[in-house]
């Protein structure tokens, strides 16, 4: 079973621009989170999806979006990139049981680096 | 809200010797409670977690964790830890009350060091 695909894998940017990171789930799990990683704020919830819906949304700013397609595949996208925005990002699936306690399984991660 | 504590950025242990990474946790109702392990420039990894029942529960790799709820503790153990389990450890939270969905609220992480 192939596990969670992001892409791509490093990202340089530049202030101002915008950038789409995608993740491909597990099969079968339609539950998708998206994570921020940063030396000085840790490991931070951005938001989640579920069947094309967000279903939890964190404390960042709108530049923050995402989205989920009929295929349980995600984006999410961030708008006007500021050097702050550079971090590890991190998707992260799992199949909801409806009752919270399945795991989630991250992906790689994509390294965005904004210059 | 939930929120999770690792007291200690960094562990140092022989390879050999028993290994504790400590996580308090803190939720409105009962918690999901979970450990990732995370190696350089890679995501992270499941351990195992705690829903119901035993409080010792048995995760990969030889990792086991203690769920304590009067001192809302879940700490990591493992009887014999190896060099190859120095990587970064994190524990994590998802409080069920919160209105359902998968969203889990992580500690800030431990650096485990296993010396030779």
């Known amino acids: 079973k192939a596990g969670v695909t992001q892409t791509p894998r490093y990202l340089i940017k530049t202030r101002g621009q915008q950038v789409t990171l995608s993740c491909s789930p597990i099969s079968g799990h339609r539950s998708v989170s998206w994570y921020q990683q940063t030396p000085g704020q840790g490991l931070q919830f951005l938001f989640e999806y579920f069947s094309e819906t967000q279903r939890n949304k964190g404390n960042f700013p709108g530049r923050f979006s995402g989205r989920q397609f009929s295929n349980s595949r995600s984006e999410m996208n961030v708008s006007t990139l500021e050097l702050g925005d550079s971090a590890l990002y991190l998707c992260?699936?799992?199949?909801?049981?409806?009752?919270?306690?399945?795991?989630?399984?991250f992906g790689q991660g994509t390294r965005l680096t904004v210059v | 809200a939930q929120s999770v504590a690792q007291p200690e950025d960094q562990v140092n242990v022989a390879e050999g010797n028993p290994l504790t990474v400590k996580c308090t946790y803190s939720v409105s109702g009962n918690p999901y409670l979970f450990w990732y392990v995370q190696y350089p420039n890679r995501g992270l990894q499941f351990l195992l977690k705690y829903i119901t029942g035993d409080n010792l529960v048995k995760g990969s790799y030889g990792f086991e964790a203690e769920f304590n709820k009067s001192q809302t503790s879940f700490h990591l153990k493992k009887p014999s830890a190896l060099v190859s389990d120095s990587a970064l450890y994190f524990c994590a939270v998802r409080d069920i009350l919160t209105g359902g969905g998968n969203k889990l609220t992580f500690g800030t992480g431990t650096q485990l060091k296993v010396e030779l």
């Open positions: 992260a699936s799992s199949l909801d049981d409806g009752q919270g306690g399945a795991e989630a399984f």
